[in-house]
């Protein structure tokens, strides 16, 4: 099983990014996906989840009305779009995948937000 992340960087405050993760190896669409992120020094935190099917998305009260997760189940991916990016945003997000007693994570894409 593979999950790979891309689409971090650097971004001025106010700005956007969209961030992918790419699942391999794995009955994708069955699977509940997250974003989590961590900052230096801070514990990974959640920031969205999305169920299997994708009728449904929860986020971080930090996030609410700015961010907003999604998936493709024909293309295995999930992305996290990112509005109205602050300095606090500054993490490596991470995506995990969970089914059942199955937990996934991948290796994280840096996010910078910084004039």
């Known amino acids: 099983v593979q999950l790979v992340e891309s689409g971090g960087g650097l971004v001025q405050p106010g700005g956007s990014l969209r961030l992918s993760c790419a699942a391999s190896g794995l009955t994708f669409s069955s699977y509940v996906m997250s974003w989590y992120r961590q900052a230096p020094g801070n514990e990974r935190e959640l920031v969205s989840t999305i169920t299997s099917g994708g009728g449904r998305t929860n986020y971080a009260d930090s996030v609410k009305g700015r961010f907003t997760m999604s998936r493709d189940d024909a293309k295995n991916t999930v992305f996290l779009q990112m509005n109205s990016l602050k300095p606090e945003d500054t993490a490596v997000y991470y995506c995990?995948?969970?089914?059942?007693?199955?937990?996934?994570w991948g290796r994280g894409t840096q996010v910078t937000v910084s004039s």
């Open positions: 995990k995948a969970v089914y059942s007693w199955r937990t996934y």
